[in-house]
């Protein structure tokens, strides 16, 4: 049986992103490992015929040390599996598994999901980052990108062969999965920001128009769902939302694996991020029929029509922002219903996952024979 590998920064990400691919490769005679940090969904993998593998990965850290250690643990378990074709997601795959793989001798196809911090800013471990990209793509026999800002970035700056690069509409929405769900009513009208919580996806800004808007409009509430992110440089503090909680400003949902469930009770999903690959949480917002507002920036303004399917602000400006959200807020019920109806229009036509996994079998089957 031929062997595949799919290998991303967490077993969670795996199990919740990528279970329609590994499916559909199960199908077409795959066996498939994967090769992430140990979690609780280890075991949901294995239930679905996924053979797991642990490995140490400091997906917070910048130790070199822990780095060369990450790049031994790959090379390691490439050589027991001796998969034909390793996929790597997230940074740390795509750059030490890619290295990993190629001592070990194993076909590699990379996914570039997002830039984060390595391209939002010019420091030294940034400036690191982007040459550690540079040597790992040139051993990757094919690398997709889920926007052309972010492929022709990697082109223009040197870090990838162009004929190596294809696009992806990001990681695929099930459309059934996120489909529209009839709300319970509740007499406020909910604004919902989901993302990591750091300041590159715009939850300052995001928390800022919130305080205007609340000067106006005393039915507006806005819900903040996400994982908090200590150790990265722009993490939001425990402290500092509980802060926000206390002058009712923001009502934190804490994380949740029924993400849909809350998308349902919300009016309208904003994520003024100031830079994505594709957003996922935009994705299943307009799949599930909601109205977004987010920043026209790169991963972002992808997702939505302007003034068709939601409204764009300015990156990094929250008076911007507000303004959206005032304008939103004033739509009739009919009018936001609408907006829903055709960004899932868009959704299905564009974003569907059966396209992402259509062309991940297609690039299997090419890098194999090539």
Known sequence: MKKIVISINTSWNIYNFRMGLIKALQEEGYKIYAVAPKDEYVKKLQ??????????MNN???????????????????????????????????????????????????????????????SISSKIGRNLYKIALKFSNKVFFQN???????IENRLVDKGKTDLLPGSGIDTQKFKPLLKESSGKFKFLFIARLVRDKGIIEYVEAAKEILQKYK?????????????????????????WQDEGIVNYLGTSDRVSQIIKESDCVVLPSYREGLSRVLLEAASMEKPI??????????????????????????????????????????????????????????????????????????????
């Open 47 to 56: 239930e679905k015929g996924v053979e797991c593998f642990d490995i140490f």
């Open 219 to 243: 039915n507006a509430q806005f819900q903040i769902l996400g994982a908090f992110y200590p150790g990265n440089p722009t993490a939001i503090t425990k402290e500092q939302m509980q802060k």
């Open 293 to 370: 507002i987010t920043t026209d920036t790169p991963g972002c303004k992808d997702v939505i029509d302007n003034e068709t399917s939601g409204f764009l602000c300015e990156v990094k400006n929250a008076k911007s922002l507000a303004k959206q959200m005032e304008r939103m807020l004033n739509l009739s019920a009919k009018q936001r219903e609408e907006m829903g109806k055709r960004g899932r229009e868009k959704i299905v036509k564009e974003f569907d996952e059966s396209i992402v996994i259509n062309k991940y079998i297609q690039a299997v089957k090419e890098v194999e024979n090539g």
């Open 148 to 154: 052309p800002y972010d492929r022709e970035l990697f």
């Open 60 to 122: 917070k850290g910048t130790n070199p040390i822990e780095d060369i250690k990450t790049i031994w643990e790959y090379y390691k378990i490439y050589k027991e599996i001796k998969p034909g074709i390793a996929l790597h997601y997230t940074i740390k795959p795509n750059i030490y598994g890619t290295i990993g793989a190629k001592l070990a001798g194993v076909k590699v196809i990379n996914n570039i999901s997002g830039l984060g911090t390595v391209f939002l800013n010019n």
